[in-house]
């Protein structure tokens, strides 16, 4: 089920929906007044709306899986893209992860800018893998300019190469319960490091960042 919660704009779309109860409506030359249950329906054709403008694609949703990824599905994760190498191999390590885990067949890194492979690259090898449907999943946490303008404008260019293949660009990370439990891990294990009771997580290895800094009186 869509999480209305999660998706960009949502406080814009609730103000757009609050919509009287007590409305009234000329037919005619007679007037009604607009029925709660009218007004819910009115609701939801607005949300489908929104859903559609917000997180798909300009391109027509199309193919017989609606409901989750399927062997015909390419799904592309894209990051923003560093000038430094450790920091790329990370999506590297990310996405051998997430393929591993969801057993998704057709599963590709992209880097939005800076550094390769650009969405272009993940797109062309998703579709050359059999991919008929292509699943642009963003690896940002908030929904900014990169979200609303850069990826879409990108991925839309990839797509012109390959005519009837749908694709779609999914919502950032945003709020989630489980990033929660993610941040949270981070902090105790740097805490633990810092102890000595751990060593450096993979995003730290080998930098010496994560230390405790004390400042001089």
């Given amino acids: 089920m869509f ?6 704009s949502y406080r814009r779309i609730l ?27 009115q609701i939801q054709k607005k949300k489908e ?13 199309r193919g017989d899986n609606k409901k989750g990824v399927g062997d015909k599905d390419g799904v592309i994760i894209v990051d923003h ?12 390590d990310f996405v051998a992860m997430f393929r591993h885990k969801t057993g998704y067949p057709i599963v590709e890194p992209a880097h939005m800018e800076l550094a390769e492979p650009s969405i272009k690259d993940a797109f062309d090898s998703c579709v050359q893998q059999g991919a008929s449907r292509v699943i642009v999943s963003p690896y940002f946490l908030s929904p900014g300019r990169h979200w609303k303008q850069d990826i879409p404008s990108l991925t839309a260019e990839a ?4 005519p ?4 779609l660009i999914t919502a950032p990370l945003g709020l989630h319960e489980q990033i929660v439990d993610v941040v949270n891990d981070r902090i105790k294990h740097c805490i633990s490091h810092v102890a000595g009771d ?7 290895v080998g930098t010496g960042k994560c230390r405790l800094y004390h400042v001089e009186s």
Wanted: with cysteine; charged share 25%; net charge positive.
């Fill in 159 to 162: 797509a012109m190469e390959h």
């Fill in 198 to 204: 751990a060593e450096e997580c993979a995003v730290c």
């Fill in 49 to 61: 709306i929104f859903h559609l403008k917000s997180c798909l694609s300009a391109r027509e949703f």
């Fill in 15 to 41: 103000v757009s929906l609050s919509l009287p109860i007590q409305r009234k409506a000329s037919i005619g030359t007679t007037t009604r007044n607009i029925s709660p249950r009218l007004v819910r329906v």
């Fill in 3 to 8: 999480k209305w919660a999660e998706c960009f």
């Fill in 164 to 167: 009837g293949v749908a694709y």
């Fill in 81 to 92: 893209g560093s000038r430094r190498k450790e920091s790329n191999l990370l999506l590297n």
